[in-house]
């Protein structure tokens, strides 16, 4: 069996709303495709992730975990050149933005509600989800 390719896997809440929306944008922004993804309740997460965390995204790049605000800046080296404005934000000191991150982390299914079920890829974006 050939070895996981872990070079970009973002690892999402497959029950959350908001998290989904998440996914779905990236899936249109990556122009490349190279970002696979994973549920963090899933297999890959179990095997690949140091930490069984699904309050927050985490973006392996490489094998390094990236989390809250420092995955969504990786994330936009890999998205449609018009998202890289966003980086202004990175002006921020990092304890604001990750406690802003947490704000919404944790009001995430009062706010933007919750599936009884994860996320399901359709036929064609099957290839780029793990499990």
Do not use: H
Request: net charge positive; charged share 25%.
């Amino acid at each position: 069996m050939a070895a996981l390719d872990q070079s970009l896997i973002v690892f999402f809440d497959g029950y959350c709303n908001l998290c989904n929306g998440a996914v779905n944008f990236i899936l249109k922004e990556d122009l490349s495709k190279k970002i696979k993804f994973a549920a963090l309740s899933g297999t890959t997460a179990q095997k690949l992730l140091s930490t069984n965390d699904n309050s927050t995204i985490i973006f392996l790049v490489n094998g390094v975990e990236l989390k809250r605000s420092a995955a969504v800046f990786a994330l936009l080296d890999y998205l449609s050149p018009k998202w890289k404005f966003l980086k202004i934000l990175k002006a921020f000191p990092n304890d604001i933005l990750d406690s802003l991150y947490d704000v919404i982390s944790k009001n995430r299914y009062k706010w933007f509600g919750q599936k009884n079920y994860c996320r399901m890829p359709t036929a064609l974006e099957k290839e780029r989800f793990l499990d």
